[in-house]
């Protein structure tokens, strides 16, 4: 399940989250939970640094660019399987310091 803003002026669904809608400036957001956490992978690369030390043992990581189904895009860790052009489904988590980030796995 994944969480995203909706704008109730225009219908615009958002990610990442703002204080206003993307589309047409109003303010009128809501969150709304989403089952469907579904999208499929557009690109990838591969990560060989951070200055993140939590990240510093999982090198060399690999982050996506996935479309999700409800609309927008999201910047992704990718598990493996995760290639361009794979249909994968979206998980939030927190990373080594406690921060939530996205997660890409294939779909079954």
Do not use: K, N
Not at 78 to 89: I, K, N, Q, Y
């Amino acid at each position: 399940m994944l969480a995203l803003q909706h704008c109730t002026t225009c219908g615009t669904v958002q990610y990442p989250p703002r204080e206003l809608c993307v589309a047409c400036l109003a303010d009128t957001l809501i969150w709304r939970a989403t089952a469907d956490a579904a999208g499929e992978v557009l690109a990838e690369t591969i990560l060989h640094h951070s200055h993140q030390p939590a990240f510093g043992a999982m090198l060399p990581i690999r982050v996506g660019l996935v479309r999700l189904d409800a609309g927008p895009t999201a910047v992704c860790f990718l598990d493996r399987g995760c290639a361009v052009g794979a249909r994968v489904t979206i998980a939030a988590g927190p990373d080594g310091d406690g921060r939530m980030v996205l997660s890409a796995a294939p779909l079954p």
